[in-house]
């Protein structure tokens, strides 16, 4: 199957806006109090080392997805559940950020709406972006992107005008030990969401300059963090840690604090806009990776067929799995955390790089006494 090539930017674009697509909304780190802020920079320092593991592996099979890598590395058979392993993974992950969407839409705009239309609609639109090629979804980051930044930018800017916005709410540093922030590190501010950026080995053989994938992957984890970090801080020293750690929107309910002149409010609707933007990349970057997947697991010609059968599993599973929202957030923290996401975004690839690195070093060997 031969795969359209995409530019350095569009790559970052899509991988910035899949790793902070719909993680900005939620209150990370809630356990550590006011050094919640400190988690995302732990979750970023490990998401670099995974990162360097997935540049790894894609240096060893230059122009292999990682589905394309797996037998290669561990044959054909072992490599049957692996792959499949995986495939789940990404349709699973799709489906739990069209309920993170949905749930967030229908609480805060359409209350009266049922959460299948607001779904149903999304994944309309998401499906005729990604039937277009990999290069039309490519080219819808270039626009949303900027003006994702852009209303997150304004919205920080509002939130140093809330009255209630104190920097003394961010001390003390470290004042409940080290302790707190590194039970949110590991596992939770790892895999979700620097983890989740495994998906880039599905995207590096679409770069037309292979040579720019590490700067790429760097980039997106460091700027990521970062964005992730200053959102904390904010929203924190807005909410104070306890309404923090209490509230499931916690940028949304900041936001709706800001009051300009008592003329200017409502400005949550910027967040809605954010999340819908955000939720676009994380969604398609999972139906792209699952349906590619899919197409060279069963050598199809072209993956495009697939993503219209997939609109139709990630709608009824993203409604099924779980009953409500709480409901939905337990079952991220107790299944897909330590069953999906820490086997498939740490344990498998560092076997993988393990196996790929043992293998060519006993492949060269046997060149060397052959024609030594």
């Known amino acids: 199957m031969k795969l359209q090539k995409i530019g350095a930017l569009q790559l970052f674009f899509i991988m910035i806006g899949f790793e902070i697509g719909n993680t900005l909304i939620f209150g990370k780190g809630a356990a550590a109090k006011q050094d919640a802020w400190l988690t995302h920079l732990g979750g970023m320092v490990c998401g670099l080392l995974l990162m ?20 290669k590395i561990i044959g ?16 699973l992950l799709a489906s739990t950020a069209c309920r993170d969407f949905g749930e967030l839409i229908y609480s805060t705009i359409l209350v009266e709406t049922p959460m299948l239309i607001i779904i149903g609609s999304f994944m309309v639109l998401m499906i005729y972006c990604l039937r277009g090629n990999v290069e039309s979804f490519a080219r819808m980051g270039e626009v949303v992107f900027p003006v994702y930044i852009l209303s997150l930018l304004v919205i920080w800017i509002l939130l140093l005008s809330v009255d209630n916005f104190t920097l003394k709410n961010l001390t003390p540093i470290l004042g409940n030990g080290l302790k707190p ?16 950026t495994v998906l880039i080995l599905m ?6 300059k292979p040579q720019n994938k590490r700067k790429i992957g760097i980039a997106t984890i460091v700027i990521g963090g970062i964005l992730l970090t200053i959102n904390t801080m904010l929203n924190t020293a807005v909410l104070g840690p306890e309404i ?26 910027l967040v809605i806009l954010m999340m819908v933007a955000g939720v676009f990349f994380k969604v398609g970057g999972w139906m792209y990776g699952a349906a590619v997947g899919i197409a060279q697991f069963f050598n199809l010609k072209d993956y495009r067929p697939i993503i219209l059968a997939l609109g ?3 709608i009824p599973l993203s409604l099924l799995y779980a009953g409500h929202f709480i409901e939905s957030r337990e079952f991220g923290e107790e299944f897909i955390d330590y069953y999906l996401h820490i086997p498939l975004q740490i344990v498998i690839p ?15 060997k046997h060149v060397d006494k052959r024609y030594g």
Not at 53 to 69: C, E, R, V, W
Not at 181 to 196: D, H, M, Q, T
Request: glycine letters at 2%; hydrophobic letters at 50%; aromatic letters at 22%.
């Open 312 to 314: 139709t599993i990630i």
């Open 52 to 71: 360097f593991i997935y540049i790894k592996l894609s240096d060893y099979y230059p122009g292999d997805t990682l589905i394309q890598m797996i037998p």
């Open 350 to 364: 560092i076997l993988l790089v393990f196996i790929a690195f043992i293998r060519r070093k006993f492949t060269k």
């Open 203 to 208: 995207f590096f053989p679409l770069l037309s």
């Open 181 to 196: 922030v590194l039970k949110e590190v590991f596992p939770k501010a790892i895999v979700f969401p620097f983890g989740e």
């Open 76 to 91: 054909k058979y072992l490599a049957y559940p692996v792959i499949l392993y995986y495939l789940f993974y990404f349709t």
């Open 244 to 269: 923090y750690g209490k509230d499931l929107y916690p940028l949304l309910s900041a936001t709706r604090m800001v009051s300009i002149a008592d003329f200017l409010e409502r400005f949550d609707a």
